[in-house]
């Protein structure tokens, strides 16, 4: 979403280089020689749970030639010295472990299944990212968190219920505790024939395993409930082995109200807000009426002792009030009041995040619960434009805009490593709904990738990125060999020579004149290798004799039509000519 403040910060970045891009006239269309990584597969953000019977695999594929790897997002947090970030991110690469954790060739990282004995949480209940890296700079992926649960045999069963007639009857499907976060009930089949798997107006369907049976009637005593689950790590299903029935009562005294079945708290993607329904399924005789109110500006967690006093407070908002004898429970276009007690939401939105307070209360009394509703809307994160160029020893504002809710945190990275705001020609800045990261005085060191990084509790995630390049700057040798070297007939030696420069320099060596070619295999036996800070050795087994050597450097912008490299500017720098004693 493009706003004032995107506006504003494209302005100041337009101003501090527009004088500096005016005297170099950069072509728009010019790209850099290294196109940097893109994830073309990114791995899911979110806490991932796993069976050891089936394992997990995450995959990650990025685009251009790049090199893909993983690391622990914990080593991201932590404080890093200048030491390592001079070694790169490759300092925490992870390792393959046979049998509990496999770096695969395509990028993926995969958790085979294992044994109970062989359970690692340092490795399968953690958090990861994924590397992609290359000579323009290095990206990190979202935080995936992974949890391993041990495969365990159950049972599901389910009881008679007591009920009062023209009441609610809650049925519970009765799994083990430890594995109720993984089993979802997928339907209530009742008498062998009809499946129940929503809510409507004789029964309200729950996945946490509860039944409400409405407005309790003589046939409804007469039939059989059982109840189907699923393991949502193993894709098992399993049949209650037992039935259930409802055994119907008519007090012959008064109750005061209790709630057979209400929740502390209850979570809704944004994909399963058009119907919500927060229960409070209360008995008593006679029969109870319920009141539901919001409560605005109360602190997350559970309300306890603050639960009376907000009610009493103007931080309540009565939604409705809901009695027995009431023919239209609907309170406005969004909620409801059902005839189980239950509130009834529909289209919820961020805003709708709150304290939600039932009572249910009859001329004996009144009996209160609380449900803590948290609306969840996946994060994302954008950045314009997607490169930036501007000059040595100058400074740029960079905006990144976020969405979702919540958002609880957001970072920002330099090729993989988070940025200090201790760092003083670094400050970052919050802006409504947008993260502003302002550097000053850019350097060679400033060249390469950033990130924004949006995360909250909820184990979402998100990430988005820019591309920061310097204006020409001419190619230096900052390292080379010396001018003479003595060796004896058949040593090999390595002459070394590394440049910097934007953009990246190219590196060309060249023999009494002659270009070499990478990897040439004709007799001579020169062979040429790079690494990562763009070092390039030549080694020479000296089969020929009385050699000169030298390297040049080459720095070039290129544009590429169709399948050619055109070039549009060089600059070339050559290093002290070498004679090879023998």
């Given at each position: 979403m493009?706003?004032?403040?995107?506006?504003?910060?494209?302005?100041i970045?337009?101003?501090?280089?527009?004088s500096?891009?005016?005297?170099?006239?950069?072509?728009?269309?010019?790209?850099?020689?290294?196109?940097?990584?893109r994830?073309?597969?990114?791995?899911?953000?979110?806490?991932?749970?796993f069976s050891?019977?089936?394992?997990?695999?995450?995959?990650?594929q990025?685009?251009?030639?790049?090199?893909?790897?993983?690391?622990?997002?914990?080593?991201?947090?932590?404080t890093?010295?200048?030491?390592?970030?001079n070694?790169?991110?490759?300092?925490?690469?992870?390792i393959?472990?046979?049998?509990?954790?496999?770096?695969?060739?395509?990028?993926?990282?995969?958790?085979?299944?294992?044994?109970?004995?062989?359970?690692?949480?340092a490795?399968?209940s953690?958090?990861?990212?994924c590397?992609?890296?290359?000579?323009?700079?290095t990206?990190?992926?979202?935080?995936?968190?992974?949890?391993?649960v041990?495969?365990?045999?159950f049972?599901?069963?389910v009881?008679?219920?007591?009920?009062?007639?023209?009441?609610?009857a809650?049925?519970?499907c009765?799994v083990?505790?430890?594995l109720r976060?993984?089993?979802?009930?997928?339907?209530?089949?009742?008498?062998?024939s009809?499946?129940?798997?929503s809510?409507?107006?004789?029964?309200?369907?729950?996945?946490t395993?509860?039944l409400?049976?409405?407005?309790?009637?003589?046939?409804?005593?007469?039939?059989?409930?059982?109840?189907?689950?699923k393991?949502?790590?193993?894709?098992e299903?399993?049949?209650?082995?037992?039935?259930?029935?409802?055994?119907?009562?008519?007090?012959?005294?008064?109750?005061?109200?209790?709630?057979?079945?209400?929740?502390?708290?209850?979570?809704?993607?944004?994909?399963?807000?058009?119907?919500?329904?927060i229960?409070?399924?209360?008995?008593s005789?006679?029969?109870?009426?319920?009141?539901w109110?919001?409560?605005?500006?109360?602190?997350?967690?559970?309300?306890?002792?603050?639960?009376?006093?907000?009610?009493?407070?103007?931080?309540?908002?009565?939604?409705?009030?809901?009695?027995?004898?009431?023919?239209?429970?609907?309170?406005?276009?969004?909620?409801?009041?059902?005839?189980?007690?239950s509130?009834?939401l529909?289209?919820?939105?961020?805003?709708?995040?709150?304290?939600?307070?039932c009572i249910?209360f009859?001329?004996?009394?009144?009996?209160t619960?609380?449900?803590?509703?948290?609306?969840r809307?996946a994060?994302?994160?954008?950045?314009?434009?997607?490169?930036?160029?501007?000059?040595?020893?100058?400074?740029?504002?960079?905006?990144?805009?976020?969405?979702?809710h919540?958002?609880?945190?957001?970072?920002?990275?330099?090729?993989?490593?988070?940025?200090?705001?201790?760092?003083?020609?670094v400050?970052?800045?919050?802006?409504?709904?947008?993260?502003?990261?302002?550097?000053?005085?850019?350097?060679e060191?400033s060249?390469?990738?950033?990130?924004?990084?949006?995360?909250?509790?909820?184990?979402?995630?998100?990430?988005d990125?820019?591309?920061?390049?310097?204006?020409?700057?001419k190619?230096i040798?900052?390292?080379?060999f010396?001018?003479e070297?003595?060796a004896?007939v058949g040593d090999?030696?390595?002459?070394?020579?590394?440049?910097?420069?934007?953009?990246l320099?190219?590196?060309?060596?060249?023999?009494?004149?002659?270009?070499?070619?990478?990897?040439?295999?004709?007799?001579?036996?020169?062979?040429?290798?790079?690494?990562?800070?763009?070092?390039r050795?030549?080694?020479d087994?000296?089969?020929?004799?009385n050699?000169?050597?030298?390297c040049?450097v080459?720095?070039?912008?290129?544009?590429?039509?169709?399948?050619?490299?055109?070039?549009?500017?060089?600059?070339?720098?050559?290093?002290?000519?070498?004679?090879?004693?023998?």
């Open positions: 493009f706003s004032i403040y995107s506006a504003i910060l494209l302005l970045n337009g101003l501090l280089a527009s500096a891009h005016q005297r170099r006239q950069v072509n728009s269309n010019l790209v850099a020689s290294v196109d940097y990584p994830f073309s597969i990114e791995p899911p953000a979110g806490r991932h749970y050891n019977s089936t394992g997990l695999t995450l995959n990650c990025a685009t251009a030639p790049s090199t893909v790897y993983w690391v622990l997002a914990s080593d991201l947090t932590k890093i010295s200048d030491t390592v970030r070694q790169d991110l490759k300092h925490f690469r992870l393959s472990i046979t049998g509990l954790r496999h770096l695969l060739n395509n990028g993926s990282i995969h958790f085979p299944p294992f044994g109970a004995s062989s359970q690692n949480p490795i399968h953690t958090s990861y990212k590397v992609a890296t290359n000579s323009a700079g990206i990190v992926s979202r935080t995936v968190h992974v949890a391993a041990i495969d365990q045999q049972e599901v069963s009881y008679d219920e007591f009920a009062i007639s023209k009441g609610t809650v049925l519970k009765q083990p505790s430890q976060q993984f089993v979802r009930t997928e339907a209530w089949i009742r008498d062998s009809l499946e129940i798997t809510t409507n107006d004789k029964y309200s369907f729950f996945q395993g509860e409400h049976v409405k407005e309790i009637a003589t046939a409804d005593s007469f039939s059989k409930f059982k109840c189907r689950v393991n949502i790590l193993t894709g299903r399993k049949l209650s082995s037992t039935s259930a029935s409802i055994v119907i009562s008519t007090p012959t005294s008064s109750i005061a109200p209790r709630v057979l079945h209400s929740m502390n708290s209850l979570e809704v993607n944004e994909q399963n807000s058009r119907l919500v329904e229960p409070c399924a209360a008995e005789w006679p029969l109870p009426s319920y009141r109110y919001k409560l605005n500006g109360v602190e997350d967690g559970p309300l306890t002792n603050t639960l009376n006093s907000a009610l009493n407070l103007n931080k309540r908002q009565l939604l409705g009030i809901y009695s027995i004898n009431q023919t239209n429970s609907k309170l406005n276009n969004q909620a409801e009041i059902g005839s189980s007690g509130l009834i529909r289209n919820l939105r961020a805003t709708d995040s709150a304290h939600y307070v249910a009859n001329s004996l009394g009144e009996f619960v609380d449900t803590e509703l948290k609306f809307r994060l994302s994160t954008s950045i314009r434009p997607k490169r930036l160029i501007s000059d040595k020893r100058s400074r740029i504002v960079v905006n990144c805009t976020v969405s979702g919540p958002i609880d945190t957001i970072h920002w990275f330099h090729n993989g490593l988070p940025l200090s705001v201790l760092d003083e020609k400050r970052i800045m919050l802006l409504a709904d947008q993260s502003v990261l302002m550097l000053d005085e850019l350097s060191n060249i390469g990738l950033y990130q924004c990084v949006a995360e909250n509790e909820l184990f979402d995630s998100a990430q990125t820019i591309e920061l390049l310097l204006g020409e700057i190619p040798l900052s390292e080379s010396a001018t070297m003595k004896q090999e030696i390595t002459l070394k020579c590394v440049a910097s420069g934007s953009p320099p190219m590196i060309t060596w060249f023999v009494d004149n002659e270009q070499i070619i990478e990897e040439r295999n004709d007799g001579l036996g020169y062979s040429l290798k790079s690494d990562s800070h763009n070092h050795y030549l080694n087994h000296l089969r020929i004799l050699h000169h050597v030298f040049g080459i720095m070039f912008y290129s544009v590429k039509i169709k399948s050619f490299l055109t070039l549009i500017s060089a600059f070339k720098v050559l290093s002290m000519q070498v004679d090879i004693l023998v």
